[in-house]
């Protein structure tokens, strides 16, 4: 059972990840001198909630073979939209911010399929282009949101470690895993990720999918751009490459393959959960910043699948003669 | 018998070139029906049509009696068309049970995991794969077992046709057996099928009706058992083919450049042997599966199983290295220029030159001139225009690029052998006649050319010495003295042909 278990990369690289960094929160007080909070964990699953839906975003475009670039950009968007529209009516401004994901992802996905147009050129165009029109929108400047409730709203505590916040994040992780996991839908995406060409001989409509599956990561990363300027009570409209980068990070320690056709939304889950607390240890240890960095680096690196190293071993194994009982 | 499914008056062309021309079959309720003909015949032309896979330029197909519009394939699963594709097509990444209801439009859109569990089990255990766990990804599979999974998949469908495109050539005989049985209670329930196969006397065997194409045209139509393997080989060929040129006699002075000994790939190829002489071209006659390209792959260092001693010239190849084959003096020219030949991007200059830059500087810098010189001359050898040197290969024809390709590996003092893959694969006439000449002249210079192809008409052209193969064991072996139905009969009927 244990030997299936870890025969695939996409359920053991996000338990050994996730375990590892439980076990280093866990142990953070050695650090530290003081026992840990309620409120760590509350921190930690707000770090959570501010990278959750653009890992979740990005993840899934992976699991299907393509890499949604643009995710940041969408997220910006998504943040300045919401505070504008939304002064009065934050759920409003959710969901026009939502449904400018949708139309951007759609236009995306449209393109990518029928003009059989490569996704990183793509959404690379867009990231830019989207980075552009939010500083247009804002005049390059950070957009302040005045609506004082909608912001104590997303960030108040439930449930002692929780937040509205985190809880939207952590249902729309296990609304995709049952997605993903559980119907029609989710077995044809992780088709086209694995082999494009027989998913369209199979009789999956693969074109269509695609568009689909832009679309729904627009609308998350747009939610996602949404809610963290409401917690921030400001949009900024350049976020960096920072975002980007730890969503990659949080999405292969989740053990999405890069080769698509591989990937669970619950390895997701763990991967964006050992960066999120990753960079709590880092912050309740009071650690210089750039350690954070190394952590992710180290982490990485010792998580990744390397089947060239598995092949490695099963020769050494095969080598080691077997004793008869 | 009602016709299940009909076609009527069916053309396709690509590019001009008709590859289906005025069609017309029916296929009955619970008949099986063959489709045969030798290679361009446009089989799988009719099979992409009939799958949905593309839209035919003329004709009519019809299912139950009903005009049927085909324009995808989800729209013929619609109609209860279900397919087992020439090449395997499921994904590696998936789970068995995944890869089973991959694209069936019966499958609910929630899965009812314990239903689809049971179901998968049955289907399994039908088509003999009693011991793969629906659970396992498709990856830990065997080929033989993945094109069971997916054999296994386009029967349990609920499909009013079922087409089959080589569904054997890669499964041993229990497999194939157990195929053939399950084929048969899919007919008996009423379901249609097409089955395209080379393996005649599995044809023969299995099916009821045997529609015959030649040249995209159908030949005849007539029941299975009125047919022997030697009259559907005549049908297939019309008039069959005989040699059309001289070829060369052995000449004892020569003596024996490649010594092959028991070579063999587990699962592909078995214990086999050939002393070939330089200066003599020896054709390896095989239909998909036989394993003639499996003697090249492994001669060429490709298959990392392999096993056996092979000389050439009277020094030990090294097998499963690549490079070491290469150093020893073997240069490999696969049936697949676009993903292990050319790069399809650079110029035709770049591609002559790529193999040979050691030769053309000094110090790891090459000299632009030399490579200029280089290239110009292995362009007038292999029969390419001078003006065409600095173009992208991709802007070639299918002949062209073999040129290339070909051309790369000429002129080499290193080059002692030239395997070849299908080298005409996708070539035009005049195309293939200048490739032929180029090999003969390579033959001439004194290199050992040794080739794989389904052809009968290159195999006799250009075959001094032909070897046939089937199902990984060599059948027989002409010195200047074969015909094309012989060798037909070795390619599809195998040792067993009674």
């Known amino acids: 059972m244990i030997r299936r278990w870890t025969s695939r990369p996409e359920r053991l690289l996000p338990t050994v990840s996730l375990l590892a960094v439980v076990l280093a929160f866990a142990g953070s007080p050695v650090l530290t001198g003081d026992a840990l909070t309620t409120f760590d964990v509350y921190n930690a699953l707000q770090g959570f909630a501010q990278l959750g839906l653009l890992a979740l975003a990005l993840g899934i475009t992976m699991i299907a073979g393509e890499f949604d670039l643009s995710v940041v950009g969408t997220y910006a968007l998504g943040g300045m939209l919401a505070v504008q529209t939304g002064q009065s009516s934050p759920a409003l401004g959710v969901l026009v911010a939502v449904a400018a994901g949708m139309l951007i992802g759609a236009a995306q996905g449209g393109l990518i399929a029928r003009l059989r147009i490569p996704s990183l050129p793509v959404t690379l165009a867009t990231y830019i282009a989207l980075l552009g029109l939010t500083s247009a929108m804002s005049g390059g400047l950070s957009k302040s949101y005045p609506n004082s409730d909608a912001t104590l709203w997303v960030d108040r505590t439930v449930a002692v470690v929780f937040s509205p916040r985190s809880l939207i994040t952590l249902a729309a992780f296990l609304l995709a895993a049952l997605v993903l996991g559980r119907t029609r839908l989710g077995r044809e995406l992780r088709a086209i990720g694995g082999d494009r060409r027989a998913s369209r001989v199979a009789g999956v409509r693969v074109d269509r999918t695609v568009v689909g599956l832009f679309t729904v990561s627009g609308a998350l990363a747009a939610l996602g751009g949404a809610l963290l300027s409401y917690s921030y009570a400001s949009a900024n409209p350049d976020p960096g490459l920072q975002p980007l980068i730890l969503a990659a990070v949080a999405a292969l320690l989740g053990g999405v393959s890069l080769a698509g056709g591989r990937g669970l939304p619950l390895g997701l889950l763990c991967g964006t959960l050992s960066v999120a607390l990753l960079a709590q240890i880092v912050t309740t240890a009071a650690l210089p910043d750039y350690t954070t960095q190394l952590l992710y680096a180290a982490l990485l690196l010792g998580a990744i699948d390397a089947p060239g190293l598995r092949a490695a071993i099963g020769r050494l194994r095969a080598r080691v003669p077997v004793r008869s009982s | 018998m009602t016709a299940r499914v009909g076609v009527e008056g069916l053309a396709r062309s690509f590019a001009g070139v008709p590859a289906v021309r005025d069609l017309s079959f029916t296929v009955g309720a619970g008949e099986i029906h063959a489709l045969c003909g030798h290679n361009g015949a446009g089989k799988s032309t009719v099979v992409k049509m009939l799958s949905g896979q593309i839209p035919p330029d003329q004709g009519r197909i019809s299912v139950d009696g ?45 899965n009812r995991r314990r239903a689809a569990v049971a179901r998968c089990r049955a289907v399994l255990d039908e088509i003999g794969l009693e011991r793969i766990d629906p659970d396992r990804p498709l990856s830990s599979l065997s080929i033989g077992e993945r094109q069971l999974v997916e054999i296994a998949r386009a029967l349990s469908q609920k499909a009013r046709l079922v087409i089959l495109d080589e569904p054997t050539a890669t499964l041993s005989d229990v497999e194939s057996d157990l195929v053939f049985a399950a084929i048969r209670r899919v007919a008996a329930r009423g379901c249609a099928v097409l089955y395209v196969s080379h393996r005649l006397a599995e044809v023969l065997d299995l099916c009821d009706t045997v529609t015959v194409l030649r040249d995209g045209r159908r030949i005849a139509t007539t029941p299975a058992g009125e047919l022997t393997v030697g009259t559907l080989i005549e049908q297939m060929l019309g008039e069959a083919p005989h040699r059309l040129a001289a070829t060369r006699p052995p000449d004892p002075d020569l003596g024996h450049a490649l010594r092959i000994d028991h070579l063999h790939v587990p699962g592909r190829l078995a214990d086999f042997t050939l002393t070939a002489q330089a200066g003599r071209i020896y054709a390896l006659a095989g239909q998909l599966g036989s394993g003639a390209s499996d003697v090249l792959r492994a001669l060429a260092g490709l298959h990392p199983q392999a096993t056996g001693s092979v000389e050439l010239h009277d020094r030990a190849l090294p097998l499963r290295n690549p490079v070491g084959a290469a150093r020893a003096g073997v240069a490999f020219v696969s049936n697949d220029r676009k993903s292990e030949g050319l790069f399809l991007d650079k110029t035709v200059a770049w591609n002559l030159v790529a193999t040979r830059l050691p030769s053309l500087g000094r110090a790891g810098v090459i000299r632009a001139g030399r490579e200029r010189r280089a290239a110009r001359s292995l362009a007038e050898r292999s029969g390419l225009a001078e003006h065409r040197l600095d173009d992208p290969v991709l802007t070639l024809s299918g002949g062209n690029q073999q040129k290339v390709f070909v051309g790369r590996c000429l002129g080499r003092d290193d080059v002692h052998a030239l395997l070849l893959d299908e080298p005409t694969r996708g070539v035009d006439i005049g195309g293939r006649a200048a490739i032929h000449r180029l090999l003969r002249s390579a033959a001439d210079a004194g290199l050992v050319v040794l080739f794989a192809s389904t052809e009968l008409e290159e195999l006799l052209e250009l075959g001094d010495v032909i070897v046939t193969l089937r199902d990984g064991r060599t059948v027989g072996r002409y010195d200047g003295d074969a015909d094309g139905a012989t060798l037909m009969r070795d390619m599809t009927h195998g040792v067993n042909a009674t």
């Not at chain 2, 699963?77 to 995944?98: K, M, Y």
């Open chain 2, 66 to 110: 009903e005009p049927a519009e085909l324009r995808s394939r989800r729209a013929a699963q619609r109609l209860g068309i279900a397919l087992v594709d020439q090449e395997l097509s499921v994904v590696p990444a998936l789970t068995v049970l995944d890869n089973l209801l991959l694209g069936d439009i019966d499958a609910p859109m929630l």
